[in-house]
């Protein structure tokens, strides 16, 4: 720029023209610009070639740093080895042809953006593989411990077999002394065995003598029966329900069970009552009735009772309640008329009563 602020004239004889001047640039000059816009133009061009090849090479060199580590990570997979060989070779054509279309901008940025969606993919497939190489170790360290697991289990199944076989041979010698136990066991039963035989034929001939020792018994008690109503003939009157309110009991066992039935005045169904109840009955018709009970024990055909039970049942009976043996004894001036024992044994062990 000239001191007025106005542009430099560059024309050559700007001199010689000044005086001619026109209004229309010459046509050096439009030539002038031209040349000078083109140059510019170039500059431009080149400026931004050189900022493209830094710019590719830098994603050479990242390419590079990007194929150094897929090579260690290929160590471990032969197959992307061989992939990133192949990347690498498409590369180096890929930089033998930037060289070779460096004013083709347009269709290197297109393979710059190409190549780097196919660094994404293989940066994605790296994450890959470090996920894969990462499960692999957590897998590898979980067999090691189940590997672990699996041997203390082994150790453990190895300690409880051999407690197993010693319980075994344990179980085998108590299975050998309960054996010699059962065999002196047997022995013992077999002399108990044969002891008992020996306790039952005696409890056969003892019952042999008890019943032998009983029909003597009753053979006396009715001696004694004959002899005490003749004795009462002679001494007092004869027991009888004549006068007297009568009062009926039947008794016997069955299936080890005693039951007592009663009835009044000698009609009617008898009734079941326990023996305190009966007490109780025979009590109140005591007081209720002043011209005395009579008392009729009842023993039916097989009652299942044996003599000493059926006696001390009806003695009892008589005794308590009974008219006969409710009155006062004779005086000492009267002998004679002194009251029997209650209830003689041939009228207790009568099957019918009385």
């Known amino acids: 720029m000239n001191e007025s602020g106005g542009f430099v004239?560059?024309?050559?004889?700007?001199?010689?023209?000044?005086?001619?001047?026109?209004?229309?640039?010459?046509?050096t000059d439009i030539m002038t610009v031209v040349v000078m816009i083109f140059l510019i133009s170039m500059v431009v061009v080149l400026l931004r070639n050189m900022e493209l090849v830094k710019e590719l090479r830098a994603t050479l060199q990242a390419e590079r740093e990007a194929m150094e580590l897929a090579r260690a990570a290929g160590k471990e997979k032969q197959s992307i080895r061989a992939q990133l060989e192949a990347a690498l070779e498409q590369l180096r054509a890929a930089d033998e042809r930037i060289a070779e279309l460096e004013g083709r901008v347009a269709r290197l940025q297109e393979q710059n953006e190409?190549?780097?969606?196919?660094?994404?993919?293989?940066?994605?497939?790296?994450?890959?593989?470090?996920?894969?190489?990462?499960?692999l170790a957590q897998q590898a360290a979980q067999l090691m411990l189940d590997r672990e697991a699996a041997q203390e289990a082994r150790r453990t199944a190895l300690e409880e077999?051999?407690?197993?076989?010693?319980?075994?041979?344990?179980?085998?010698?108590?299975?050998?002394?309960?054996?010699?136990?059962?065999?002196r066991k047997s022995l013992q039963v077999a002399a108990l065995k044969s002891k008992l035989q020996i306790q039952e034929q005696q409890l056969a001939q003892a019952r042999e003598e008890r019943q032998s020792v009983e029909e003597k018994y009753l053979q006396?008690?009715?001696?004694?029966?004959?002899?005490?109503?003749?004795?009462?003939?002679?001494?007092?009157?004869?027991?009888s329900p004549k006068g007297r309110y009568l009062v009926?009991?039947?008794?016997?066992?069955?299936?080890?069970?005693?039951?007592?039935?009663?009835?009044?005045?000698?009609?009617?169904?008898?009734?079941?009552?326990?023996r305190k109840k009966l007490d109780a009955i025979l009590a109140g018709l005591k007081r209720k009735h002043d011209e005395g009970l009579y008392i009729k024990v009842i023993l039916p055909k097989g009652n299942g009772l044996s003599f000493s039970e059926a006696w001390s049942f009806t003695n009892r009976l008589h005794r308590n309640y009974d008219y006969y043996y409710q009155e006062a004894p004779p005086t000492a001036e009267t002998p004679a008329a002194e009251a029997p024992p209650a209830g003689s044994p041939?009228?207790?062990?009568?099957?019918s009563g009385g």
């Open 9 to 27: 004239d560059l024309r050559l004889n700007r001199q010689e023209n000044r005086g001619n001047e026109s209004f229309w640039p010459s046509f």
């Open 220 to 239: 006396l008690a009715g001696d004694y029966d004959t002899l005490k109503v003749k004795y009462d003939r002679l001494v007092r009157p004869a027991r």
């Open 114 to 135: 190409v190549r780097a969606r196919a660094i994404a993919d293989r940066d994605l497939q790296l994450e890959a593989l470090l996920e894969e190489r990462n499960s």
């Open 346 to 351: 041939a009228e207790a062990l009568t099957p």
């Open 161 to 183: 077999r051999r407690q197993a076989r010693q319980e075994l041979e344990e179980l085998q010698r108590a299975h050998l002394e309960l054996k010699e136990e059962l065999s």
């Open 248 to 274: 009926e009991v039947r008794y016997y066992k069955r299936k080890g069970k005693y039951h007592i039935e009663w009835r009044e005045g000698g009609e009617g169904e008898f009734k079941a009552v326990s």
